[in-house]
């Protein structure tokens, strides 16, 4: 684990890997902006937010999500 928390840095854990032979995998740079659903979630809340007017109740707002997909 590559979480920081005080039991996954403790030396005996970041040992024992290497011990068995397992191999260290970096994990990749965590943003939002790498995500690609953050990008689609933004679109499609945009697309829903333009419309006038504006969805009044949740099944206005399902129907104008669905519609907008």
């Known amino acids: 684990m590559d ?3 005080r039991s996954h840095i403790a030396d ?3 040992d024992y ?3 068995e032979g397992i191999a260290h995998m970096a994990w990749p ?3 939002l902006y790498l ?3 953050e990008n689609l979630w933004d679109t499609l809340g945009r697309a ?3 419309r ?3 969805p009044a109740t949740v ?3 399902e129907t104008a999500l669905q519609e907008e997909w």
């Open 3 to 5: 979480d920081n928390a």
């Open 12 to 14: 005996i854990v970041d």
């Open 17 to 19: 890997p290497e011990s």
């Open 29 to 31: 740079a965590y943003s």
């Open 35 to 37: 995500n690609p659903i």
């Open 48 to 50: 829903v937010s333009s």
């Open 52 to 54: 006038f007017p504006p």
């Open 59 to 61: 099944i206005e707002l």
